[in-house]
């Protein structure tokens, strides 16, 4: 099985900085990608950014060139560098983990970003 912890949620104003981790344990394969997605209320959950464990990314249009997602693969680590926030990222974020066609979520950590 796998576990997946996000850290580094909080509260921020608009034009602000947080970077959120996600810690994976478990039976982690060597190929795998991991990502962030986002649920706002009364919205469907949204892929934020992912990055692959051979190191390709990719990122929703809405944060191109304001969020980072980076990996510590020898540490089982993902990151999101959030940079320029706005109140429209407001949402529980959560730490995604597939492998082996099997989707793993973590307990999600609330981003809230006031005007």
């Known amino acids: 099985q796998v576990q997946l912890v996000e850290s580094g949620g909080g509260l921020v104003q608009a034009g602000g900085s947080l970077r959120l981790s996600c810690a994976a344990s478990?039976?982690?394969?060597?190929?795998?990608?991991m990502g962030w997605y986002r649920q706002a209320p009364g919205k469907q959950r949204e892929l934020v950014a992912r990055?692959?464990?051979?190191?390709?990314?990719d990122y929703a249009n809405s944060v191109k060139g304001r969020f980072t997602v980076s990996r510590d693969n020898a540490k089982n680590m993902m990151y999101l560098q959030m940079n320029s926030l706005k109140p429209e990222n407001t949402a529980v974020y959560y730490c995604?983990?597939?492998?082996?066609?099997?989707?793993?979520w973590g307990q999600g950590t609330q981003v809230t970003v006031s005007s």
């Open positions: 995604n983990l597939y492998q082996g066609a099997v989707d793993y």
């Open positions: 478990g039976d982690i394969f060597r190929s795998n990608v």
């Open positions: 990055r692959g464990s051979g190191g390709w990314a």
